[in-house]
């Protein structure tokens, strides 16, 4: 084992040094050791295996000659310098690395991570961590576990995130538009409904998922609802009727109790679901005395069942039935198309949907029907339904779901472009984070606040990724690490459109236009 740990060696350790960070020097510069690549430290032969080899990261390196000084102010000699040959071999190179855990903890049958408690000894030697090892410890491929991408420091190592553990203690996928997010998890929705067999729901925002081709079975459902299993809080919600408002209440629950029991007999049409609402609304006798005060509750009740109706009837179907598993598939990859309706009728479906999956799973695992299959579901735009400053009807089911959702096997993956816009108590109950590269200080800021594991300098590699490659930690990740995350094949709805090119398109059908471009390009004189 202890052979296959380490490739070539680097360096050697220097200064004073602590069991966090330590200075090394570069022996053989040819080596080129990289940021963000991982090392080995032997702490040598007095230490047992257990605590003789620490894995650590590359934080910095950088790189000087002695003969080439700061202070150096004489250019004449520069020529010179360069053809003499001791200037070449006295080049040196040094860097930082971080200390992240002992070696044999993390390659043990259970693996953790375990820092080191002592500074390894000066001197001691730096190696290239071994690529066997990396795949010992990155790549998993065991039950639960998924490859999302590659080291980005080592590319010919996978790195692989457990499922189970994103469904337990949810995701954000952070990071600038354009970074990768959609691609993200358009890959770890494909892997988990084609490799693992699992179910996800899609909260498609922007009608990306819904367009593209992602080779696994694909459900695309409509954002739509049937009235008759709205609950009576969520019409409360909707109606705007306010919790003082105790005479509205009882006009309009006694009215929905009503109707339900009209419509479940079988006496009336699913679709008289609103006149039946209004008439039994019109129909409320009242308690007790005051008359004018409910006959004014009665016609305020019946001006907002209006209002609702003509708000959001586009979205109410009377045929949808009462089984979730008909709507949410299981064993598919559900997306709820959500691009052509507002952000408010989102809010109610959304709300509506994860309500009733909350539900159906508590039933399910009281042994009472209900829903059957733990579920991934994710709600991109999370700072629009899940806004921190602002009121949304999904807020409560998100944080609630984020606190519990564990005991009954929904998982909750949020995905934004501005973090500092989503509910802080949502984001932090995500224990996992795939950011890729993000910009805005006040945006970093607070990821690092709402984030366990990210250091100091995990944060300042942000802005400086490129697309596709993240910063992956939390419960579900072996190691925090930078990864090159995989390309989705297929995923094609969120592409950039290149307008150059079908402005083109459309300019050389057009003569018209043809014409202004020469003659522009005359002036211009080409
Ligand atoms: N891992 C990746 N590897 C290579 N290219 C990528 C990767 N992720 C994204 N891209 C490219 O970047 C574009 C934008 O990605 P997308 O996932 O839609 O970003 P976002 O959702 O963050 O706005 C994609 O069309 C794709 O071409
Ligand atoms: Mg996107």
């Given at each position: 084992m202890e052979k296959n740990l380490y490739g070539e060696q680097i360096g050697s350790v220097i200064g004073e040094t602590s069991p966090i960070q330590i200075l090394f020097i570069v022996e053989n510069t040819r080596s080129r050791p990289r940021l963000g690549e991982y090392i080995v430290v032997d702490y040598g032969g007095d230490?047992?295996?257990?605590?003789?080899?620490?894995?650590?990261?590359?934080?910095?390196?950088?790189?000087?000659?002695?003969?080439?000084?700061?202070?150096?102010?004489?250019?004449?000699?520069?020529?010179?310098?360069?053809?003499?040959?001791?200037?070449?071999?006295r080049t040196y190179m040094r860097g930082t690395a971080r200390l992240l855990s002992y070696v044999?903890?993390?390659?043990?049958?259970?693996?953790?991570?375990?820092?080191?408690?002592?500074?390894?000894?000066?001197?001691?030697?730096?190696?290239?961590?071994?690529?066997e090892l990396l795949e010992k410890i990155f790549s998993n491929k065991?039950?639960?576990?998924?490859r999302?991408?590659?080291?980005?420091?080592?590319?010919?190592?996978?790195?692989?995130?457990?499922?189970?553990?994103?469904?337990?203690?949810?995701?954000?996928?952070?990071?600038?538009?354009?970074?990768?997010?959609s691609n993200t998890v358009a890959l770890l929705v494909t892997r988990i409904v084609g490799g693992l067999g699992g179910t996800a729901l899609v909260f498609d925002m922007h009608s990306e998922y819904s367009s593209s081709q992602l080779g696994v079975k694909t459900s695309v459902i409509e954002p739509a609802l049937n009235p008759l299993y709205l609950d009576t809080s969520e019409?409360?919600?909707?109606?705007?009727?306010?919790?003082?408002?105790?005479?509205?209440?009882?006009?309009?629950?006694?009215?929905?109790?009503?109707?339900?029991?009209?419509?479940?007999?079988?006496?009336?049409?699913?679709?008289?679901?609103?006149?039946?609402?209004?008439?039994?609304?019109?129909?409320?006798?009242?308690?007790?005395?005051?008359?004018?005060?409910?006959?004014?509750?009665?016609?305020?009740?019946?001006?907002?069942?209006?209002?609702?109706?003509?708000?959001?009837?586009?979205?109410?179907?009377?045929?949808?039935?009462?089984?979730?598993?008909?709507i949410i598939r299981p064993g598919y990859l559900n997306i709820m198309d959500l691009g052509g309706v507002d952000e408010d009728t989102a809010d109610v479906v959304v709300h509506h949907y994860l309500r009733r999956l909350y539900y159906e799973r508590r039933r399910y695992l009281r042994g009472e029907g209900g829903y059957p299959d733990p579920i991934l579901v994710v709600i991109e735009e999370a700072h629009v339904l899940v806004p921190r400053n602002e009121s949304r009807v999904t807020k409560y089911w998100v944080s609630r779901i984020a606190r519990e959702g564990r005991k009954f096997g929904i998982g909750l993956c949020l995905v934004s472009q501005r973090p500092k816009a989503i509910d802080e108590n949502a984001l932090s109950?995500?224990?996992?984070?795939?950011?890729?590269?993000?910009?805005?200080?006040?945006?970093?800021?607070?990821?690092?606040?709402?984030?366990?594991?990210?250091s100091d300098?995990?944060?300042?590699?942000?802005?400086?990724?490129?697309?596709?490659?993240?910063?992956?930690?939390?419960?579900?990740?072996?190691?925090?690490?930078?990864?090159?995350?995989?390309?989705?094949?297929?995923?094609?709805?969120?592409?950039?459109?290149?307008?150059?090119?079908?402005?083109?398109?459309?300019?050389?059908?057009?003569?018209?236009?043809?014409?202004?471009?020469?003659?522009?390009?005359?002036?211009?004189?080409?």
């Open positions: 230490y047992g295996f257990r605590e003789r080899y620490v894995l650590g990261m590359i934080e910095s390196i950088s790189s000087g000659n002695p003969l080439a000084p700061e202070s150096f102010s004489n250019p004449h000699v520069l020529p010179r310098l360069r053809l003499y040959d001791e200037t070449r071999t044999s903890t993390l390659v043990s049958r259970k693996p953790f991570v375990e820092t080191p408690k002592t500074p390894p000894p000066p001197l001691s030697i730096v190696y290239r961590a071994g690529r065991g039950r639960g576990w998924v999302i991408g590659v080291l980005a420091s080592h590319p010919d190592v996978p790195y692989s995130v457990n499922v189970n553990y994103i469904v337990q203690r949810h995701l954000a996928i952070l990071a600038v538009t354009g970074a990768g997010k019409f409360l919600q909707l109606l705007r009727i306010p919790s003082n408002a105790w005479r509205q209440e009882l006009v309009f629950r006694e009215a929905l109790k009503k109707t339900k029991e009209s419509i479940l007999s079988g006496e009336a049409m699913p679709s008289s679901f609103f006149e039946l609402l209004r008439s039994y609304a019109r129909e409320y006798g009242g308690v007790g005395r005051k008359r004018s005060e409910w006959e004014r509750a009665v016609s305020s009740v019946i001006n907002k069942i209006d209002d609702l109706y003509d708000r959001y009837r586009h979205i109410f179907r009377y045929d949808i039935g009462s089984n979730l598993s008909s109950q995500t224990n996992n984070k795939i950011i890729l590269r993000l910009v805005e200080p006040n945006d970093l800021r607070y990821v690092q606040y709402a984030s366990e594991y990210l300098e995990l944060l300042k590699m942000l802005p400086g990724l490129n697309i596709g490659e993240a910063i992956v930690f939390g419960l579900m990740a072996p190691l925090p690490a930078v990864v090159k995350i995989d390309q989705c094949t297929g995923k094609s709805g969120g592409r950039d459109i290149d307008a150059v090119s079908e402005w083109g398109s459309r300019a050389s059908r057009d003569n018209s236009v043809l014409r202004i471009v020469e003659e522009t390009h005359d002036l211009a004189g080409f």
